[in-house]
């Protein structure tokens, strides 16, 4: 499966970089992937010096990854969870322009145009300014960041997406003293976006952090997974993903970043502001006024399992909410 989306790829070559004690290897299948993972695992573990690991491969198609010596922390990782299988991250989405289906995305994406693509930085800056994607993001200092990845619907994922930390674009632009928040926009182009042609959001989808929540070291602006670059039902050709927050958070196809002083609207509070909150950190105390949210279905196993405060990643940032009432702050 994963070799018929990569062959399918546009041709871009994502090099990325990775720090586990092993120096990394090409990826090419899900089974190498899952086979490399073990292997390294095994070798943290034990905390052997080893040198570098085998090139599992030649890379099929044209979306190749070549990777180098990485730069992920081990803190990063969702602890040893087996990442989802790369059929499941790309046919069950949520990507409300392309309809509200799972599996709407995945069908109706396909033709997406994801090239050339500028987004726009704007607001509180030094640097505002339309950015092509390549100028924005450094292709050669790609990540790997394996993550857990919990939806508000109570379903979850492990992910193993590849971009930079968002804090790398942000610091580019110097955001001034008045940068509190900010904001993010998908592309607007019901032409493109079927599902925009339906009054089910107040469109284009748009989303917010707190700047200290967008500066700091797990938000990622994300361009690929599996080794390769993003489909397009999964926000191609860029995305945020803020692991210790509900999926929604985690908007696709941006197009706009722009500081500002006060906290930004964004989509779903602003569609229904009882259900989803500004912040939406993962929290099972809090619940859903529709669903409780102590438990999840990790995609592909059969009983659920507890959620987790902030998603597991509370160590590196309950720090960011100190003092604040997160029942009244959901
Ligand atoms: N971004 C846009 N622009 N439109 C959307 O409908 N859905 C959100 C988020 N980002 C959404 C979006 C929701 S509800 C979730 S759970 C995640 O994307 C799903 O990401 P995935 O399809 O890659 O798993």
New binding site residues.
Partial sequence: MIERNIKGGTGVLIKYKRNWEVKSSEITSEKMFKTRRKFLRAALSSAIAIGPSPIFGATQGKTNIVSTQSNVGKKYLANNDEPTDYQS?TQY?????FGTGKRD?AENASKFKTRPWAVQISGACEKPGTYGVEDLINFDQLEERIYR?R??ETWSMVVPWVGIPLSKIIDRVSPTSHAKYVSFE?LHDPKQMPGQREPVLNWP?KEGLRIDEAVHPLTLLTVGLYGALLPN???APLRIIIPWKY??K????IVRIHFQADMPVTSWSESNSNEYGFYSNVNPDVSHPRWSQTKERRIGEFFKRPTLLFNGYGELVADLYQGMNLERWY
Wanted: aromatic residues 24%.
């Fill in positions: 991250i989405n949520n990507f409300y322009e995305p990845f939806c508000v998908t989808y039902q999964n926000g999926g929604f985690s908007i696709k196809s």
